[in-house]
């Protein structure tokens, strides 16, 4: 079993800042590329930003020069610093991992969710 949980959300006022975290736990074996998604209100999920084993990272056109996405293997952790925040960026952030629990397999696995709200 594997799971993945985000903290880090909340509220901040328009140009603020938040950092979120995405721990997974459980039969981890491996991890390849993690990221993260978000979803406001009415709208599809998102990419927000990606990043791979070795660093290779991705990043939505509206969050570029804004977000930064890194990553702790030791730790099997994946941040994503977001400054300079818009209210547009208000959704549910999900964090998003290919783990392989048996060597050679591989899966996709979603976290909960954590809400990010901007607003004055």
């Known amino acids: 079993q594997v799971q993945l949980v985000e903290s880090g959300g909340g509220l901040v006022q328009p140009g603020g800042s938040l950092r979120l975290s995405c721990a997974a736990s459980?039969?981890?074996?491996?991890?390849?590329?993690m990221g993260w998604y978000r979803q406001a209100p009415g709208k599809q999920r998102e990419l927000v930003a990606t990043?791979?084993?070795?660093?290779?990272?991705n990043y939505a056109d509206s969050v570029k020069g804004r977000f930064t996405i890194s990553r702790d293997n030791a730790k099997n952790t994946v941040y994503l610093q977001m400054n300079s925040l818009k209210p547009e960026d208000t959704a549910v952030y999900y964090c998003?991992?290919?783990?392989?629990?048996?060597?050679?397999?591989?899966?996709?696995?979603w976290g909960q969710g954590t809400q990010v709200t901007v607003s004055s």
């Open positions: 998003n991992a290919a783990i392989s629990v048996f060597p050679g397999r591989w899966n996709y696995y």
């Open positions: 459980g039969s981890v074996v491996s991890i390849n590329a």
């Open positions: 990043i791979t084993r070795d660093g290779r990272m």
